[in-house]
């Protein structure tokens, strides 16, 4: 039988109440009426839609400016929930742009209540196509979910368990040989040459590249500050540079009297740009293809075959649980080489 409903919900916004109806009787398609900021916008809403059902017409929503106003794109839903973030760090703001960028050319025109599992699926295949591992798709579905509960879409495609991701085989990580490193930084621009080695040398999460500032270089001390908005366990950590990166760094740095200390420390470089810059060096050197995050692995590898303990690595890195740095983060080496900086930016 058919019949319309009225769902409130808490969203990062606020109180949403949203109408819905079904055309048929228990089991067929919920579908999408608009969404309000009072209930008794919402129940106008919905006697209009009890009017179009007792006539036996499906309530057309087109006809209504003010629901196609209300009805976003998931493109527009997933800036304004990004957007809505504020009490997540820094870099995982840029985790969710990162995962979302390969959403919305998808699946982004398209408006937040008629996404269907079919869709999502389509997403899932998409993807796995274009060359995208298991973890990378289950990423983006799992914020495509995020996004479209704060939408209030319920039931939420994204979570439904007939959305399947790709078997992949389990495959340890093997971080880049010191060898690649270097033959990497060869072939890419100068723009992206410094931030690959700061990310070697640190051991820092990609984001980082971004999100580190002038003002958070310590001339005097030679070293960077990752602040704490920017870290996952919200603690700020300070990385010593040797002295030959702290030359190459400062040496693209204007002088201090005209330096802006909110100005990016890697211009021209983001996390996406990078990661495709290396993706690229590699193919064409003929190396196994490595990401800016597997310098996490290597760095964390080569710290413990130094003898570092534990809680010291953990420390240096900004890891939160020792657990994963030990079982997750640290590999053998077959070179456990550090990369020769001064020849590299001689």
Same mark, same amino acid.
């Given at each position: 039988?058919?019949?319309?409903?009225?769902?409130?919900?808490?969203?990062?916004?606020?109180?949403?109440?949203?109408?819905?109806?079904?055309?048929?009787?228990?089991?067929?398609?919920?579908?999408?009426?608009?969404?309000?900021?009072?209930?008794?916008?919402?129940?106008?809403?919905?006697?209009?839609?009890?009017?179009?059902?007792? &006539?036996?017409?499906?309530?057309?929503?087109?006809?209504?400016?003010?629901?196609?106003?209300?009805?976003?794109?998931?493109?527009?839903?997933?800036?304004?929930?990004?957007?809505?973030?504020?009490?997540?760090?820094?870099?995982?703001?840029?985790?969710?742009?990162?995962? @979302?960028?390969?959403?919305?050319?998808?699946?982004?025109?398209?408006?937040?209540?008629?996404?269907?599992?079919?869709?999502?699926?389509?997403?899932?295949?998409?993807? /796995?196509?274009?060359?995208?591992?298991?973890?990378?798709?289950?990423?983006?579905?799992?914020?495509?979910?995020?996004?479209?509960? #704060?939408? /209030?879409?319920?039931?939420?495609?994204?979570?439904?368990?007939?959305?399947?991701?790709?078997?992949?085989?389990?495959?340890?990580?093997?971080?880049?040989?010191?060898?690649?490193?270097?033959?990497?930084?060869?072939?890419?621009?100068?723009?992206?040459? @410094?931030?690959?080695?700061? @990310?070697?040398?640190?051991?820092?999460?990609?984001?980082?590249?971004? *999100?580190?500032?002038?003002? #958070?270089? #310590?001339?005097?001390?030679?070293?960077?500050?990752?602040?704490?908005?920017?870290?996952?366990?919200?603690?700020?950590?300070?990385?010593?540079?040797?002295?030959?990166?702290?030359?190459?760094?400062?040496?693209?740095?204007?002088?201090?009297?005209?330096?802006?200390?909110?100005?990016?420390?890697?211009?021209?470089?983001? &996390?996406?740009? *990078?990661?495709?810059?290396?993706?690229?060096?590699?193919?064409?050197?003929?190396?196994?293809?490595?990401?800016?995050? #597997?310098?996490?692995?290597?760095?964390?590898? @080569?710290?413990?075959?130094?003898?570092?303990?534990?809680?010291?690595?953990?420390? *240096?890195?900004?890891?939160?649980?020792?657990?994963?740095?030990?079982?997750?983060?640290?590999?053998?080496?077959?070179?456990?080489?550090?990369?020769?900086?001064?020849?590299?930016?001689?």
């Amino acid at each position: 039988m058919a019949s319309s409903w009225i769902l409130k919900r808490e969203t990062q916004s606020g109180v949403r109440h949203r109408v819905f109806f079904r055309i048929g009787g228990a089991g067929t398609k919920h579908h999408y009426a608009g969404s309000f900021k009072t209930r008794k916008e919402a129940l106008a809403r919905k006697q209009w839609v009890d009017g179009e059902l007792a &006539a036996r017409r499906k309530p057309d929503m087109r006809s209504l400016e003010t629901v196609q106003a209300s009805s976003p794109t998931l493109l527009e839903a997933a800036t304004t929930w990004r957007e809505s973030r504020v009490d997540v760090s820094e870099g995982t703001r840029v985790l969710h742009r990162v995962a @979302l960028a390969r959403v919305t050319p998808v699946l982004g025109s398209k408006t937040v209540d008629e996404i269907t599992v079919d869709d999502v699926n389509q997403l899932v295949t998409t993807l /796995a196509n274009a060359g995208k591992k298991r973890e990378t798709i289950r990423k983006s579905v799992k914020y495509a979910a995020a996004v479209l509960e #704060d939408a /209030a879409i319920d039931p939420n495609p994204s979570r439904d368990k007939r959305v399947r991701l790709p078997h992949e085989e389990p495959q340890e990580i093997e971080p880049p040989e010191t060898q690649h490193v270097e033959g990497v930084y060869r072939l890419l621009a100068s723009t992206y040459q @410094l931030p690959l080695l700061w @990310l070697d040398w640190s051991g820092a999460r990609v984001a980082s590249v971004e *999100l580190t500032q002038v003002g #958070d270089y #310590d001339a005097q001390a030679r070293r960077v500050r990752l602040r704490a908005a920017t870290m996952k366990n919200r603690r700020a950590l300070w990385v010593e540079l040797p002295d030959v990166l702290a030359d190459a760094l400062e040496a693209t740095l204007p002088p201090r009297e005209d330096q802006d200390p909110e100005a990016p420390l890697f211009p021209d470089c983001t &996390a996406d740009s *990078l990661r495709t810059a290396i993706a690229r060096a590699c193919k064409a050197a003929g190396i196994p293809v490595f990401s800016p995050h #597997d310098l996490r692995h290597r760095r964390i590898s @080569l710290l413990h075959s130094q003898g570092r303990t534990w809680a010291e690595i953990g420390r *240096l890195v900004g890891q939160r649980k020792l657990s994963i740095t030990a079982d997750t983060y640290t590999h053998v080496l077959s070179d456990g080489r550090e990369v020769d900086y001064a020849s590299m930016v001689a």
